[in-house]
């Protein structure tokens, strides 16, 4: 095994704390913090062991878990979980954007959810057309890799496409418009939530991971099964510079999450029919397990920084440890638990950092903080609404004057005024009311400050807004459409969602 790393960065004494894994294809780089404790910076081309088979490699992988490569002989320490999300900080000029969007598939004949069988087709056939790499757990093909990009399965069988980072909107546009298949009776639904199919429906996965997030959330009945298996979104993953940096944004949008949920509500429908709501995933999201979801109003504390979202994350349940290609669940233990050797899984043994990777995937809040941010409240939507979300954050996040415009407008909002917008805007979406105006009036405001931002980066990306300044300019959210579209040209039939809003 290789290790890479600059001259003088790593002492004879750190080497001593840690032990080689014959994990192949793997490299990483360690240094010492000022406390003396190891610290592990990943740089491993691929966290799974490759073969070679016919010119395409085949991952093997048991998911999206991440194994050890190196075995930890002395405990990890907060500073070391402190100092994982400070590597994160990258100078302005190599921040980037990552999109990632998951979609329902379909049968064009019978309009009735994809099963695996169907599924591990369509991976297949791509593999073979495009040239991606498989991902097997077992038998089963559960994923696909090229270079930075990835296609994945959700936990009801939801595609989701994980993409590149990359410097402008106009290469995420690309990467979007990529095709998939168009040969296999089979379609895509650009929706928030499975609009006519019941639970039972549902296709089953085969990824044990998924059965233990199952299983756990299945505590918070029908809202958290039908959160994990139902329900589709849209994220954008992006940079900060610093810790003062990631504290404004954290705290720019957090507080504008509900409105981008109004932006992109579109889950209205369940079973076939209107569910009274603009955005039902927001909604059920708002109702499972509070300890690893929703605002954080900590990060508006004084004393919020990189080490308070340790101790935040830290005291999260763990759902499941992975070890020895094996998921084993927690039983609700926290990962501070872990660091102390009291996991009953595995009672006696320390997390590594990769432990921490992937505890702070099982943690679900509007905005999750990693060695990156990502934006969490936007319903799963059309072609033309995929590049709208990154456009809007980085519009608002990436520009100074933008942020500090958004800053200065939420400084008097309560913790109260962000809980109240968060859990009314399922409900009413852009006719919310807010401090003596609607939500819609906020917006206007809002989308200004994000089109002057993305003109500042003078690279003709403000188009990519035009489906929002369409949604703020009439206040009808998509989801507002569909219920249009419902009652009148659909003569109430569910049906015709799959023809209006199939890509």
């Known amino acids: ?42 740089l491993h081309k691929d966290r799974e062991i490759v073969r070679h088979r016919r010119g395409r490699r085949v991952i093997v992988a048991t998911g999206p878990a991440i194994e050890a490569p190196v075995i930890a002989t002395e405990p990890l320490t907060k500073d070391d979980l402190i100092h994982y999300m400070v590597s994160g900080c990258k100078p302005k000029e190599k921040w980037r954007i990552g999109t990632e969007h998951e979609k329902f598939g379909f049968e064009f004949d019978t309009l009735r959810p994809i099963n695996y069988k169907q599924i591990s087709a369509l991976l297949n056939d791509i593999a073979v057309r495009f040239d991606w790499d498989k991902i097997m757990e077992g038998d089963n093909i559960i994923g ?59 296709p089953q996965v085969p990824k044990v991971r998924y059965d233990i997030l199952k299983n756990y959330f299945s505590k918070f009945g029908s809202p958290g099964i039908h959160s994990l298996l139902m329900t589709c979104s849209i994220q954008v993953n992006l940079d900060f510079s610093s810790e003062a940096d990631m504290i404004k944004k954290m705290r720019a949008s957090l507080a504008l999450q509900p409105l981008a949920t109004a932006l992109f509500a579109n889950s209205p429908f369940k079973q076939g029919f ?17 300890r690893r979801t929703g605002m954080l109003p900590f990060v508006f504390n004084d004393t919020f920084g990189f080490e308070q979202f340790v101790d935040y994350a830290l005291d999260v349940p763990m759902i499941f440890v992975y070890r020895k290609n094996k998921y084993i669940a927690c039983g609700g233990m926290s990962f501070r638990d ?10 006696g043994q320390v997390p590594t950092i ?9 943690i679900f809040p509007e905005v999750r903080l990693k060695r990156y941010m990502e934006m969490r409240g936007a319903d799963g939507g059309p072609l033309s609404m995929l590049c709208a979300l990154p456009a809007f954050w980085v519009g608002l996040l990436y520009d100074e004057v933008s942020l500090h415009n958004v800053l200065d407008m939420i400084a008097d909002w309560t913790a109260e005024d962000r809980e109240y917008l968060r859990n009314q805007v399922p409900f009413t979406g852009l006719k919310t009311p807010f401090q003596g ?49 419902y009652n009148n040209k659909w003569v109430n039939n569910i049906d015709h969602v799959f023809r209006d809003c199939c890509y």
């Open 274 to 290: 209107p569910n009274g709501y603009a955005s039902f995933r927001s909604y059920l999201s708002g109702q499972i397990d509070k």
């Open 1 to 42: 095994m290789e290790l890479i790393y600059q001259k003088g960065s790593l002492s004879p004494m750190v080497l001593g704390k840690v032990e080689s894994n014959t994990r192949e294809g793997a490299c990483f780089k360690l240094s010492s913090l000022s406390s003396g404790s190891v610290h592990y910076q990943f």
């Open 437 to 485: 105006r609607l939500l819609q009036h906020v917006a206007e405001d809002v989308l200004k400050w994000a089109k002057d931002g993305l003109e500042r980066r003078c690279l003709n990306e403000s188009i990519f807004l035009d489906p929002l300044i369409e949604v703020v300019g009439t206040g009808v959210t998509p989801a507002e459409k569909l219920l249009d579209m």
């Open 354 to 362: 990769s432990d921490w990777e992937n505890h702070l995937t099982t």
């Open 338 to 347: 872990f660091m102390a050797g009291k996991l009953p899984a595995i009672r």
């Open 144 to 202: 696909l890799k090229t270079g930075k990009q990835s296609i994945s399965l959700e936990p009801g069988g939801q595609i989701e496409l994980s993409g590149a980072p990359f410097k402008t909107l106009h290469q995420t546009y690309d990467e979007i418009n990529t095709p998939l298949s168009e040969e296999m009776g089979i379609g895509f639904l650009g929706l928030g939530f499975q609009p006519k199919w019941r639970l039972q429906d549902i």
